[in-house]
């Protein structure tokens, strides 16, 4: 039965490239996918086959401030709730007009997700491209830790810290003036679709069959992108390099880079997005720059990845079998990154300790750490058997069977 499906998520590669590979799979199946994102990420869903809804991202895609004290985890509530109350405006006359038979939400977008659920009664699925939270694993509290801030001194009196109050005001502007607070916050929907492996998440054994941890979703080459293919005559094994779509602006991690493999016996290759190529300065012959190209296309022939750290980026390089060195910015990424150096599966630099000396010993290092492959082997292949896009089209027809 052909059924009608609406995505709601942020203005972030990060979290829209996981969907989709869903949102491509349910079309071809013969349902109807809307998916609501703001114009610059509108062509993903729409070249998946989704008809897009498109809104004014009131936050865009700055990275989020650190580190996470009682002041910055109040501005980013009060980016949560703008962001939702930007999807509502979209959304409002559109399933007023014909509604889904679910509505499936970023997790960081728990504000329009939840309300919008509640206000049409609609059974709602929440995605976790990144890692998962219930009872027992807080996202706010990895969040603090993984960024190295606090939460110490928090103060729910004080107006940087009634974190509930600005929740109650920001539901009641979102039209749910009668979803309790506390809900908003802490509901688990019956169905949960994260896009890693389960051994991956953090607290795996506390999660229960509501979550479906379906892997990666995400083999699309964007219209960016270009294709990639290996040189004739390499200088040596490849290395890729990136700093994804939010970090891309940093022109001297790139030219520490340049200088740490200029006369290393290795093939480089780096994709700076926005950068202009010429802050690099010169380039030597084994090193070759990119805006943008798939990095699954380098990934396969390729025996390191250094990269910002994103789960997107972590889950490609484990597919392809490849160990990493992750240079985190973010405190998302800082969590991706620490549950990775956990299970051995690749090396932590802090953007302050990148030299092109650290630089160079690092991915020596992993380069030759027989232990790390076997590690990154074996999740690998968990990754690979996840499931992915096919699975989560049927975790999602088997929830609407069941609503």
Not at 169 to 190: F, K
Not at 214 to 240: F, K, N, Y
């Amino acid at each position: 039965m052909s059924r009608h499906i609406t995505f709601l998520s942020i203005p972030s590669h990060g979290h829209v490239i996981p969907t989709v590979g869903v949102v491509r799979e349910l079309v071809q199946r013969g349902h109807m996918v809307t998916y609501v994102v703001p114009e610059d990420l509108a062509h993903l869903p729409r070249e998946a086959g989704a008809e897009v809804i498109t809104y004014d991202s009131p936050t865009g895609t700055n990275p989020p401030e650190l580190p996470y004290t009682p002041d910055v985890l109040h501005r980013l509530t009060e980016r949560a709730f703008a962001e939702g109350a930007a999807v509502m405006r979209a959304l409002v006359p559109a399933l007023d007009h014909r509604r889904p038979d679910v509505l499936v939400y970023d997790l960081m977008q728990y504000a329009a997700g939840r309300v919008a659920a509640h206000r049409w009664g609609l059974p709602a699925v929440q995605m976790f491209p990144i890692f998962a939270s219930n009872a027992q694993v807080n996202p706010v509290q990895l969040f603090a830790e993984a960024a190295e801030g606090t939460t110490a001194g928090y103060d729910a009196a004080a107006p940087a810290g009634d974190i509930m109050g600005l929740i109650r005001d920001g539901v009641t502007a979102l039209g749910g003036a009668d979803v309790p607070a506390w809900q908003l916050l802490a509901r688990i929907e019956p169905l949960n679709l994260a896009f890693f492996p389960k051994d991956f998440q953090i607290g795996h054994e506390t999660f229960d069959d509501r979550y479906a941890f379906v892997g990666p979703c995400h083999r699309v080459r964007p219209a960016e992108t270009g294709a990639w293919s290996p040189p004739a005559d390499p200088a040596g094994p490849i290395v890729l390099i990136s700093l994804g779509t939010t970090y891309d602006r940093h022109p001297d991690f790139f030219r520490a880079c340049v200088e740490a493999f200029r006369d290393a016996p290795l093939h480089v290759v780096m994709t700076v997005g926005r950068l202009d190529r010429a802050e690099l300065g010169p380039l030597p012959p084994n090193v070759e720059v990119h805006p943008w190209i798939a990095h699954p296309d380098v990934l396969a022939h390729a025996g390191v990845f250094l990269f910002q750290g994103g789960m997107t980026s972590i889950m490609e390089s484990l597919a392809a079998g490849v160990p990493m060195v992750m240079v985190p910015h973010a405190g998302e990424a800082r969590i991706n990154v620490r549950r990775a150096v956990e299970l051995g599966l690749g090396r932590r630099l802090d953007p302050g300790e990148v030299t092109a000396a650290a630089l160079r010993d690092t991915v020596t290092e992993v380069a030759g750490d027989a232990a790390m492959r076997r590690a990154v082997a074996a999740m690998g292949a968990k990754v690979r058997s996840a499931g992915g896009a096919a699975r989560a089209a049927d975790e999602l027809e088997r929830f609407l069977d069941k609503s």
